[in-house]
């Protein structure tokens, strides 16, 4: 990290950052399941890359990792489930 990074405040960081850090965040303690909801939306290519091969060190270590995505952004998944057929329209 740049050294204006670490001085700033954590109010002050933009979307991308706020995402980083509540992802390392969740990562810390190494759960058994990491549940993300969207986890590359206001990531840059680089931080969606890394993002993707710590998803994929942490499901080798036999941390399940459900997410939500667009397709487009699934290249590292086992499994994927298209929920639109469950949903109902009022």
């Known amino acids: 990290m740049s050294a204006y990074i670490e001085f700033q405040r954590i109010a ?3 979307s991308g950052m706020l995402k980083k850090l509540s992802l390392i965040l969740a990562m810390i303690g ?3 399941v990491l549940l993300l909801d969207e986890p590359f939306i206001t990531l840059d290519l680089q ?4 993002l993707k091969d710590h998803l994929v060190t942490f499901q080798k270590t036999g941390c399940t990792v459900p997410l939500t995505a667009h397709l487009g952004s699934l290249p590292i ?3 994927i489930v298209d929920l639109s057929q469950y949903l109902r329209t009022c």
Not at 47 to 50: E, I, L, Q, R, Y
């Open 12 to 14: 002050e960081y933009s």
């Open 30 to 32: 190494k759960p058994k």
């Open 47 to 50: 931080a969606m890359d890394s």
């Open 77 to 79: 998944a086992t499994q």
